[in-house]
């Protein structure tokens, strides 16, 4: 078995960088951990947890916006890797013994019911929400040689706290470490003035009902984070006035 699937992952990379895509998409969900702990390494108060996972999260921005067109069942059957739908046909998984990839897509409200098919790169994309935030909060950082964009650390926490809230009543282990991640996360960036901000001032602009869910899922886990960014009334933001 590879040590922490970092070669594997690392060959994962390399390939969508070789097809001219991988800097059009997104690394996003547990793979991001050691990520901002290589970007806040130097800080010698950094509690950043840096926990690998056996599957990546790739998002596609929407609209699909691709430099150049490519076949990811074929660049990861190279790999070893096979296509897995799901049953409903929602999206495709692609399978490997030692790692899986999923490829997901920010539903803008429009309450896809199957997989959105990006067919720039052929792959059946799962529809999720909130995640469209990560388009225009993001960082390209380095991984092993390679550059990849993953969601400014602030951003990463402030969805971890929505999705934490709703699978809260039928998965609760990943509602738990949903939360755990985002409460490591968030209160060390209290701790740094710039990053501090930058957490209020997106938070801030979120619609009212996304305030509300990262509240309750604060008030009875982080004194800290709850009197920093909820201690105020919600008021509409510009997109709700």
Same mark, same amino acid.
């Given at each position: 078995? =590879?040590?922490?699937?970092?070669? #594997?992952?690392?060959?994962?990379?390399?390939? #969508?960088?070789?097809?001219?895509?991988?800097?059009?998409?997104?690394?996003?969900?547990?793979?991001?951990? &050691? #990520?901002? *702990?290589?970007?806040? %390494?130097?800080?010698?108060?950094?509690?950043?947890?840096?926990?690998?996972?056996?599957?990546?999260?790739?998002?596609? &921005?929407? $609209? $699909?916006?691709?430099?150049?067109?490519?076949?990811?069942?074929?660049?990861?059957?190279?790999?070893?890797?096979?296509?897995?739908?799901?049953?409903?046909?929602?999206?495709?998984?692609?399978?490997?013994?030692?790692?899986?990839?999923?490829?997901?897509? &920010?539903?803008?409200? %429009?309450?896809?019911?199957?997989?959105?098919?990006?067919?720039?790169?052929?792959?059946?994309?799962?529809?999720?929400?909130?995640?469209?935030?990560?388009?225009?909060?993001?960082?390209?950082?380095?991984?092993?040689? =390679?550059?990849?964009?993953?969601?400014? $650390?602030?951003? *990463?926490?402030?969805?971890?706290?929505?999705?934490?809230?709703?699978?809260?009543?039928?998965?609760?282990?990943?509602?738990?470490?949903?939360?755990?991640?985002?409460?490591?996360?968030?209160?060390?960036?209290?701790?740094?003035?710039?990053?501090?901000?930058?957490?209020?001032?997106?938070?801030?602009? =979120?619609?009212?009902?996304?305030?509300?869910?990262?509240?309750?899922?604060?008030?009875?886990?982080?004194?800290?984070?709850?009197? *920093?960014?909820?201690?105020? $009334?919600?008021? &509409?933001?510009?997109?709700?006035?």
């Amino acid at each position: 078995m =590879l040590k922490n699937n970092d070669d #594997l992952v690392r060959s994962v990379f390399v390939e #969508l960088d070789r097809a001219g895509i991988l800097r059009d998409m997104y690394l996003i969900g547990g793979w991001c951990l &050691p #990520l901002y *702990f290589d970007m806040f %390494k130097d800080d010698d108060a950094c509690t950043i947890s840096v926990i690998r996972t056996m599957d990546i999260d790739l998002m596609i &921005p929407n $609209p $699909p916006k691709f430099a150049k067109c490519a076949d990811i069942s074929s660049i990861l059957g190279k790999l070893g890797f096979i296509i897995v739908r799901d049953p409903l046909h929602k999206y495709a998984k692609y399978m490997h013994e030692e790692l899986e990839i999923e490829f997901l897509i &920010p539903d803008k409200g %429009k309450g896809y019911n199957k997989g959105y098919s990006v067919k720039d790169i052929n792959v059946l994309a799962q529809p999720l929400r909130y995640i469209s935030l990560i388009q225009d909060h993001n960082v390209l950082v380095d991984f092993k040689g =390679l550059k990849v964009r993953i969601p400014s $650390p602030e951003v *990463f926490v402030l969805i971890k706290l929505i999705v934490s809230r709703k699978r809260a009543k039928n998965k609760k282990v990943k509602s738990k470490r949903d939360l755990s991640v985002a409460l490591n996360i968030g209160e060390y960036l209290l701790t740094r003035l710039e990053n501090r901000e930058k957490l209020k001032n997106i938070y801030n602009s =979120l619609p009212k009902g996304w305030k509300k869910e990262i509240n309750l899922a604060l008030e009875c886990s982080s004194e800290k984070l709850y009197e *920093f960014l909820c201690l105020e $009334p919600l008021c &509409p933001t510009k997109y709700e006035k």
